[in-house]
Each structure stands twice: as structure tokens, then as C-alpha cells.
């Protein structure tokens, strides 16, 4: 159990890196968290010691990656508290499994006319995949509005889903505003209306506890690589008569019971959808991420909290700021902002200088980012690895860089 902040650092060799001759100081964790430990030995496990292609070979190697691989299947779905193992696919990412979705599910349940309805705060992951099925079966895609501050306007959502709407796709978090989607309010609301749910929980995984029968929804996609694990990793939970009935995407090996040139028979759930060899080095490191996150307790959630006050209360401090998401709404620890006078890609390169790391432009979210007027943006987003002091010296040469900017 990790319960203090310098125990869990210690977990993360690479935060006690420097840049520049300067502490490191990482605030791009909504593009990418840090790895601890168990995570890297997992890794390395898997490409020094035991390398042997999943569910194929007999030999010891082979079926030790197969352990691996479909443990942490199993591992996924505590995570999730899903029915089955059966349930959750392993994909290269939220982006691959978002697209799984649009196309497999679109193909077989969709039909010109229907309307797809997303939210205007979506990551174009959450968007482009609609557009491509959108554009060939000739369905309409409408947009859930936010208000000024960022937020879905949720409420509203009985007006937007007339007898067109098939499927609402749509963020459990913002990777823009860091505001939360009430998800489980809008899955009842939709399923009520016999309309299937996805939840892009590319940052939801992160900082809520999630349960998607709690949520009681269709679909939920996440990222590994945010979460600790590794990049090329992803995971889409779906409900199991859902999947059966939804035809695979790709084909290839593992995917099939029999092929002959007449009738190809697929393998059953979870395999059907995951044609060729599978990043199994990565899903097993995926497996130790959540071993680790299970590790966290408590008290670490409530220093997320001690983060978001101390970096609200700096944040108000800078002249002429505008934070997306408002300073009043309920949020994760995600701050994207402007600063009238001064460019966002100037300021996160010269705090990039000062061995801070954030991230600035348009966050694969434009849309959102254009409702607020803006061209570009910055962003720092935290972990609870960060601490008070970060958040310090982070808002300490924001006021520099900005200084030195408008001079
Ligand atoms: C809300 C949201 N959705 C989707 C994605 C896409 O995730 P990935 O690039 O890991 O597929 C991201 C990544 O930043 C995100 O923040």
C-alpha cells in the first residue's frame, strides 16, 4: 500500500530527472503519466525473460505470455467491475477502440438517417471516427452545447435525443476543462430512450473509481498509457450481447475458430476483435498499472485535492488569465488557460525552460478550444505523484514567464 507522497515518487525513477540543470517538473500527465516501478520490470520481464507469441505455441515461454496477457484481462475487469472477461477487449488505445466501435457496431445497427449525437467538449478521437462512418452510411452527427465555462450541458439532453438518435458518444472528462460529465445521469436518461452509450474515459479512468455497471453503460474505452502503463495499450469494455452480435473489424490470426475459402468461422468474445498478434508485453504492464493504482490509498486522493486548491489559488493570481472550466466548478487536477498578451506556445516553451513540462495548442480538441475563443492554449495537468512544491515553483515562473512576455 503506497499512502505518502515520497514513497510514491520513489516509485517514478524519472521524476528525479532534471532538465535544463533544473528539477524536472512534469505537468503533462492528461498527454502521458510517468511509469513507477512495477510497471518497467513488467516490461522488461517480457522482453528479456519471457517472450513466447500468445494463445499459439505449446512451449513454457508462450504459455507464460499467455498467463500474462489474460491476466491482466482479468485484472481489467475488477478494475471495471465488468460481467466478464469476455467483455473486455484489448486494443492499441481509446483512439482504436473508439474507432472499433464506430465501425463495427455503425455496420451492423446503423443505417442512413440515424443520428449520432456528441458533445461539443469531445478530443477529436471522440469525433474524426464518427465523421468516417458518418460520411459513408449517410448518418447525421449532432452536438450536446457547453455552456461558457466549458461544461456539457447535460441537462438539455432530453431535448437532443429525438427518435433519430441511436448513439451518444461522449467524455466522462474533459482532457480541455478537467470537468466531469455527470455519465451515469446521461447513460440512464439515454438508455431509457433505447439509446447505446459510449463513454470516452480517457481521463475518466484516471481520476474517478470506475464501474460500468454503476455508470450502466454500453461502452467505455481508456488508454493504458495514462494510466501508468504503457503506450500501444488500450482496453474497450462492452456489453457482451452488444459485442457478440457486432461483426469484427479486423481479421486475421487468433480472431478465427476455422478458415477455409468458402466460410471463415470467428473465434468467440473477447478474441473476435483482436485480429494478429496482440501487444502482450504491453497488456501484462498494463496489469502491474493497475496492481499499482489498487496500491494507492486514500490519502493520496485527498492530496489531488490540496493540488487543486493550491493550484487554483496561484492560478487566480496571474493578470489577465482566462481558465477554461471556471475556478468554481468541480474539476480533476487539469488547468488549461490563456493569458491575455501573451502567446500559449511561448509560455510552455520557456517554462519548458525552466524544467517545467506542460502542453500547449489546441489539445486535440479544437472545437472546444474555438468556443473559447482561443487559438491555442496551455495545460498543466497533475497526478498525485506532484506535489504542493511543484505547484509552486510552477506558479512562481508562470509569473516570470509572463512578466517577461508582456515586457
Ligand atoms: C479525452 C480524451 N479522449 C481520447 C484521447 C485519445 O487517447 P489516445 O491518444 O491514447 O488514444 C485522449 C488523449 O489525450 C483524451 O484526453
Redesign the pocket.
Known amino acids: 500500500m503506497i499512502s505518502d507522497i515520497n514513497q510514491l515518487r520513489l516509485q517514478f525513477p524519472i521524476l528525479g530527472r532534471e532538465i535544463y540543470s533544473k528539477p524536472l517538473v512534469y505537468f503533462d500527465n492528461?498527454?502521458t503519466a510517468q511509469k513507477p516501478l512495477s510497471v518497467i520490470e513488467m516490461s522488461s520481464l517480457l522482453l528479456e525473460q519471457t517472450n513466447g507469441n500468445v494463445h499459439r505455441a505449446p512451449h513454457r515461454m508462450a504459455n507464460d505470455c499467455t498467463s500474462y496477457y489474460e491476466g491482466a484481462r482479468e485484472k481489467v475487469r475488477a478494475f471495471l467491475n465488468a460481467s466478464g472477461t469476455d467483455e473486455i477487449i484489448f486494443t492499441?488505445?481509446?483512439?482504436?477502440s473508439?474507432n472499433l466501435i464506430a465501425r463495427s457496431f455503425s455496420s451492423k445497427f446503423l443505417k442512413s438517417g440515424d443520428t449520432i449525437l456528441l458533445s461539443q467538449a469531445?478530443?477529436h478521437?471522440?469525433i474524426v471516427p464518427w465523421q468516417l462512418v458518418a460520411n459513408e452510411l449517410g448518418l447525421n452527427i449532432k452536438v450536446l452545447p457547453v455552456d461558457q465555462s466549458g461544461r456539457i450541458l447535460s441537462e438539455k439532453i432530453d431535448e437532443y435525443l429525438d427518435d433519430s438518435v441511436k448513439l451518444i458518444s461522449i467524455?466522462h472528462?474533459?482532457?480541455v476543462t478537467g470537468l466531469i460529465t455527470p455519465v451515469k445521469d446521461i447513460c440512464k436518461k439515454a438508455q431509457a430512450k433505447g439509446v447505446i452509450t459510449v463513454i470516452?474515459g480517457?481521463?475518466g479512468i484516471v481520476h474517478s473509481k470506475v464501474d460500468v455497471k454503476d455508470i450502466g453503460c454500453d461502452f467505455y474505452a481508456f488508454?493504458a498509457?495514462?494510466l501508468y502503463g504503457p503506450?500501444g495499450v488500450?482496453v474497450l469494455y462492452g456489453k457482451r450481447d452488444l459485442l457478440e452480435q457486432m461483426p469484427p473489424w479486423m481479421g486475421g490470426g487468433d480472431m478465427i475458430e476455422s478458415v477455409s475459402f468458402e466460410k471463415t468461422e470467428y473465434a468467440p468474445l473477447p478474441l473476435k476483435f483482436e485480429a494478429g498478434t496482440p501487444n502482450y508485453a504491453g497488456v501484462a504492464a498494463m496489469g502491474a498499472a493497475l496492481d499499482f493504482c489498487n496500491s494507492l490509498v486514500e490519502n493520496i486522493h485527498k492530496h489531488e485535492s490540496d493540488l487543486i486548491k493550491a493550484m487554483k489559488e496561484g492560478l487566480s493570481e496571474i493578470d489577465g488569465i482566462k481558465l477554461f472550466g471556471g475556478f468554481e466548478n468541480e474539476r480533476i487536477p487539469l488547468f488549461s488557460f490563456t493569458v491575455d498578451g501573451a502567446h500559449a506556445s511561448d509560455i510552455a516553451i520557456l517554462m519548458d525552460k525552466m524544467g517545467i513540462a506542460l502542453r500547449s495548442g489546441k489539445l486535440?480538441?479544437e472545437p472546444l478550444v474555438k468556443h473559447f475563443g482561443a487559438e491555442s492554449v496551455v495545460r498543466a495537468s497533475l497526478l498525485p505523484y506532484n506535489t504542493l512544491e511543484e505547484v509552486e515553483i510552477f506558479i512562481s515562473s508562470l509569473k516570470r514567464v509572463v512578466k517577461m512576455l508582456l515586457n
Open positions: 492528461a498527454a492499441s488505445g481509446t483512439t482504436a473508439i469531445e478530443h478521437s471522440n467524455t472528462i474533459s482532457n470516452d480517457a481521463q488508454s498509457h495514462k503506450t488500450g486535440c480538441a
